[in-house]
C-alpha cells in the first residue's frame, strides 16, 4: 500500500508543479523567463508529469487569460457560479479549451498577442487517444503489479485525469470558499486551509488582485509553496525574476 501511496503522491504533486509553475505562472502570465533550452526542459517534464491529462501550454495559458477577463461572468469558461456541478464546469472547459486548440474560438485570437510557449510536435503527441491510453496502461500497469487491496484501483481515474482535477479543484474551490482579502468584482477566495492540495493555487483572490505577482501569498501567513520553488530557481539562474516593482495591496 505505501508504494501505491508514494506513488499517488508523486505524480499528484509533480503534474501539480508542471501546471501552476509551468502552464500557469510561465505561459500564461509570464511571471518570470527563461532560456529556450530551460522552456524545453520544463515543456517535456510538464508533458511527463501530466501523462495522460496532458494540456498544451498554449491552450491553457489562452484558456486562463479567457478567465481572467471574465472572472465569474457568463463568459468565465470554468466558473462555479454558472455550472450546476463541478463534473459540468469540468467538461465546459474542456469545450472551450478544444476550441482554443483548433482555433475555433473568437477568444483565442483576442488572448494571443501576448507570448506562450510552443513545441508543436509534442503538442500533438500528447494530445493523440493512443498516447493518452498508453499513459492510462502505464498506470494501471503499475497498480496491477503492486496494488495490495482493490480499494487502491479506486485511485486510477485520478490519475487518468490529474490536471483537469488540479483545475477544478482550485477553480471550484477557489471561487466558492473562504475569505477575500481584495474586492476584485468577482467570487474569487482564497481557500487557504485546502491549498496543500493545490500549491499555492488556492490563493485565488490575491491572484485576481495582482494576476502577474510570481507570489500568490501577500500576508506574511499566507504561505506559496510553489514560489518558493520560484524563488530557488531563480537563484539558481535556472528561471529569471523581473525586478520587484511597489504594488498596492
Same mark, same amino acid.
Given at each position: 500500500?505505501? +508504494?501505491?501511496?508514494?506513488?499517488?503522491?508523486?505524480?499528484?504533486?509533480?503534474?501539480?508543479?508542471?501546471? =501552476?509553475?509551468?502552464?500557469?505562472?510561465?505561459?500564461?502570465?509570464?511571471?518570470? =523567463?527563461?532560456?529556450? %533550452?530551460?522552456?524545453? @526542459?520544463?515543456?517535456?517534464? &510538464?508533458?511527463?508529469?501530466?501523462?495522460?491529462?496532458?494540456?498544451?501550454?498554449?491552450?491553457?495559458? +489562452? $484558456?486562463?487569460?479567457?478567465?481572467?477577463?471574465?472572472?465569474?461572468?457568463?463568459?468565465?469558461?470554468?466558473?462555479?457560479?454558472?455550472?450546476?456541478?463541478?463534473?459540468?464546469?469540468?467538461?465546459?472547459?474542456?469545450?472551450? #479549451?478544444?476550441?482554443?486548440? @483548433?482555433?475555433?474560438?473568437?477568444?483565442?485570437?483576442?488572448?494571443?498577442?501576448?507570448? #506562450?510557449?510552443?513545441?508543436?510536435?509534442?503538442?500533438?503527441?500528447?494530445?493523440?487517444?493512443?498516447?493518452?491510453?498508453?499513459?492510462?496502461?502505464?498506470?494501471?500497469?503499475? #497498480?496491477?503489479?503492486?496494488? &495490495?487491496?482493490?480499494?487502491?484501483?479506486?485511485?486510477?481515474?485520478?490519475?487518468?485525469?490529474?490536471?483537469?482535477?488540479?483545475?477544478?479543484?482550485?477553480?471550484?474551490?477557489?471561487? /466558492? #470558499? %473562504?475569505?477575500? *482579502?481584495?474586492?476584485?468584482?468577482?467570487?474569487? /477566495?482564497?481557500? $487557504?486551509?485546502?491549498?496543500?492540495?493545490?500549491?499555492?493555487?488556492?490563493?485565488?483572490?490575491?491572484?485576481?488582485?495582482?494576476?502577474?505577482?510570481? *507570489?500568490?501569498?501577500?500576508?506574511?501567513?499566507?504561505?506559496?509553496?510553489?514560489?518558493?520553488?520560484?524563488?530557488? $530557481?531563480?537563484?539558481?539562474? @535556472?528561471?529569471?525574476?523581473?525586478?520587484?516593482?511597489?504594488?498596492? @495591496?
Amino acid at each position: 500500500m505505501l +508504494l501505491i501511496l508514494l506513488f499517488f503522491g508523486a505524480h499528484w504533486y509533480a503534474s501539480l508543479f508542471a501546471q =501552476t509553475f509551468f502552464q500557469h505562472r510561465y505561459a500564461a502570465h509570464g511571471m518570470f =523567463t527563461m532560456s529556450r %533550452g530551460w522552456e524545453r @526542459v520544463f515543456f517535456g517534464l &510538464t508533458f511527463l508529469a501530466q501523462g495522460s491529462s496532458f494540456m498544451s501550454p498554449r491552450g491553457y495559458a +489562452l $484558456l486562463h487569460r479567457l478567465h481572467h477577463a471574465f472572472s465569474d461572468t457568463t463568459q468565465d469558461p470554468h466558473s462555479p457560479h454558472h455550472s450546476a456541478n463541478a463534473l459540468s464546469m469540468m467538461w465546459q472547459t474542456r469545450t472551450v #479549451y478544444q476550441e482554443m486548440l @483548433v482555433g475555433e474560438s473568437a477568444a483565442a485570437t483576442r488572448f494571443a498577442g501576448q507570448p #506562450y510557449p510552443e513545441w508543436r510536435w509534442l503538442e500533438t503527441a500528447g494530445h493523440q487517444w493512443y498516447v493518452r491510453l498508453g499513459w492510462g496502461a502505464l498506470y494501471t500497469l503499475f #497498480y496491477v503489479q503492486f496494488a &495490495t487491496a482493490w480499494w487502491q484501483f479506486l485511485l486510477l481515474p485520478l490519475h487518468f485525469s490529474m490536471g483537469a482535477v488540479h483545475g477544478a479543484i482550485v477553480n471550484w474551490g477557489g471561487h /466558492k #470558499y %473562504g475569505y477575500q *482579502n481584495f474586492d476584485n468584482h468577482d467570487h474569487s /477566495k482564497n481557500t $487557504l486551509a485546502l491549498d496543500f492540495l493545490a500549491g499555492g493555487e488556492l490563493l485565488q483572490n490575491n491572484h485576481h488582485k495582482l494576476p502577474n505577482r510570481a *507570489n500568490f501569498g501577500v500576508k506574511w501567513w499566507e504561505l506559496d509553496p510553489t514560489y518558493a520553488l520560484i524563488w530557488a $530557481l531563480s537563484q539558481l539562474r @535556472v528561471i529569471q525574476l523581473p525586478r520587484p516593482k511597489a504594488e498596492s @495591496v
